[in-house]
């Protein structure tokens, strides 16, 4: 071996394999290609091995500058083609326009070893053509949030985008306050939302409104392609996902906070996690955006809204469906769709296996219940799983103030209990009832500590929310009441 030999470095693997850009084949009227915006002295500030394994990473990846660089947007992976798409939409039930990813650059696709394409995405990595008044920036606190609860929505089985890590930056970004900046690489089989079909539609660009319907129907809906009204079986199936979706929000107690129709993905995942919040005290009519002054957002109306926000999308594609009856009849399974999953996702948080009438009615009175006595959602999930498996309910009345009306409705559901396997009906619940969420304070928690420069918490929150179904002891404060300052945490759409 000669001496040249002896001294080079070893070649490193790829940082990203098996590129494609499938987004970018539609053409230029729906995108915008440009660099990311560098950001000075980036560092780590959070990763997701699971997502790292999904996109086929190198093991070494989070000790590579190189891959540090490239997910903060200071250089590009090579064979990644940067973009930002361009969409418009309805905010707050307002027609607003253009908009479009304003600080998110689509570096491209990546093949899978194993889920095939996934679209990788940093958001905050600088102005674009659809920033408008914006910076193109994101912070640290809400890049934290997103990427938290990208993976702790994953863990809990909600259709979600991925969140692969986060990098921050000293430079400085001015919202109520100065902050730090912050990226987050995003990952998800497609971006697309239903506010890029309301922008070809709402200019009149037929040709491109009919090949984005192609596109989404040829990559991620192809059951569609094969009967009379391809695009009427397209907007049935996203309704029908998108009714799904809201009904495991809806079991799970998740605020997502800013449904506008340009924040609906079209693949029915949850998608862009501005002011989210999972409930404390159980308030059907609960807030979670600061912003949100009319409470058009509020829980008990998100499955209305994303109803509200398929109608749109069907206008939308009207051009290409034709008649108005067909599209009305392509959204008719909506309220079924979400009826049911809802049903379905609650007995299982009750242990019931078995659909029994009066089901239902003991669903709608429990959660009466629970908004009476405004009881924490999480906490009465848990331990009534707890209390099936034990057989001592004594833990789940403390948390009623009005006991009597706990236990007459404790009489109905243990005549139905016992119609059960009392084992798998505790095995169900404890694996359906998470004793782990993100909640607020705990988010708050670990963003203090990680603008210190402390991602311990960060870390320990990643790995309880990773595996939200186990009991982890010695973390039982994570799984705890909120404490009082909880309520006075306000969460709006500056990010």
Not at 39 to 52: E, K
Request: with cysteine.
């Amino acid at each position: 071996m000669t001496s040249h030999q002896a001294l080079a470095a070893p070649a490193q693997a790829p940082l990203v394999a098996g590129w494609r850009n499938g987004f970018a084949a539609l053409g230029p009227a729906f995108f915008t290609e440009l660099r990311p915006t560098p950001l000075p002295s980036p560092h780590w500030v959070g990763a997701s091995d699971d997502v790292a394994a999904l996109l086929g990473l190198p093991q070494d990846w989070q000790r590579r500058d190189d891959a540090l660089q490239a997910f903060t947007g200071n250089a590009l992976p090579p064979g990644s083609r940067p973009l930002a798409s361009v969409y418009s939409g309805h905010q707050f039930g307002v027609w607003a326009g253009q908009l479009g990813d304003g600080r998110a650059i689509l570096l491209g696709e990546v093949q899978t070893p194993a889920h095939g394409g996934q679209e990788l995405q940093l958001k905050g990595c600088g102005r674009t053509p659809y920033s408008r008044m914006g910076d193109g920036r994101a912070v640290l606190r809400s890049s934290i949030r997103e990427f938290l609860c990208s993976e702790a929505m994953h863990a809990l089985g909600i259709p979600t985008t991925r969140a692969l890590c986060v990098t921050g930056s000293p430079a400085p970004v001015v919202r109520e306050e100065i902050e730090t900046a912050a990226v987050v690489a995003r990952v998800a089989p497609s971006f697309i939302r239903f506010g890029h079909f309301e922008h070809f539609a709402a200019r009149g660009q037929q040709a491109e409104l009919r090949r984005l319907a192609d596109y989404v129907i040829d990559r991620y809906y192809p059951e569609c392609r094969g009967g009379a009204n391809p695009c009427a079986a397209l907007l049935r199936a996203v309704s029908e996902r998108t009714a799904a979706l809201m009904a495991r929000w809806q079991a799970a107690g998740f605020c997502h906070g800013v449904m506008n129709t340009d924040n609906m993905s079209i693949l029915g995942l949850t998608i862009d996690y501005g002011p989210f919040q999972f409930l404390d005290a159980f308030d059907p009519g609960h807030i979670c955006n600061h912003s949100d002054a009319q409470g058009r957002y509020a829980f008990d109306r998100q499955p209305g809204v994303a109803w509200w926000n398929l109608l749109c999308l069907a206008q939308a594609m009207l051009p290409l469906i034709g008649e108005v009856e067909t599209a009305r009849a392509a959204l008719s399974t909506y309220e079924g769709v979400f009826a049911a999953e809802f049903l379905r996702r609650m007995r299982a948080k009750l242990g019931l296996q078995q659909p029994r009438e009066g089901d239902g009615a003991l669903v709608d009175a429990l959660l009466r219940l629970l908004a009476a006595g405004r009881v924490d959602y999480t906490i009465f999930w848990r331990r009534l799983s707890h209390a099936v498996a034990a057989g001592d309910f004594e833990p789940v009345r403390d948390l009623f103030a009005d006991r009597a009306a706990f236990d007459a409705w404790l009489l109905s559901y243990e005549e139905l209990l016992a119609l059960e396997d009392q084992a798998l009906a505790a095995d169900l619940m404890l694996n359906t009832n998470p004793g782990f969420v993100l909640r607020n304070h705990l988010g708050e928690q670990a963003i203090r500590a990680a603008k210190l420069g402390d991602f311990s918490e960060l870390q320990t929150l990643q790995k309880l929310l990773a595996r939200p179904f186990d009991e982890h002891p010695g973390h039982e404060a994570h799984a705890g009441f909120p404490p009082e300052w909880a309520s006075t945490i306000s969460i709006s759409c500056s990010s």
